[in-house]
């Protein structure tokens, strides 16, 4: 049986992704090169996990002379929110509280991270009312 495709990102797509975040776009020798510096992978694996990308949504690509040029269509932002919302579900019954919870169980929080976190449930308490 086939395996389930996974809409959320592996880890090594998400590397590709940060890549073109912070590059705007590229060609696929131009992440690899960018991904030299942190580890190597292989201009066909590069391709494919590109090639994976586009299929699930977060890349596009047009054609410049006869190379592809890649570039994402999904913000990090939404990235990082879907992630968040896929761990939430599958992990902590769809409760906002029971993953800030595990947050405030399994984490080191210190006093200034505690005050920025106090002051913005402030704030979003006055949004509320």
Known sequence: MA???????TEAELELMNILW???EG???????ALSKRKSLAYTTVLTILHILEKKGYLKHRKISRAFVY????????????AVKDIMQKFFDDS???I????????????????????????YEEIER
Do not use: C, H, M, W
């Open 100 to 123: 800030v919870l595990s947050v405030f169980e399994n984490e080191k929080i210190d006093a200034d991270e505690l005050s920025r976190l106090k002051d913005i449930i402030e704030e």
């Open 3 to 9: 395996r389930k495709k996974s809409k959320t990102l």
């Open 27 to 33: 060609t696929v020798q131009d992440v690899v090169d």
């Open 96 to 98: 906002p509280e029971l």
């Open 71 to 82: 570039y994402p269509v999904v913000e990090r932002d939404e990235v990082s929110r879907r």
């Open 22 to 24: 912070e590059k705007g």
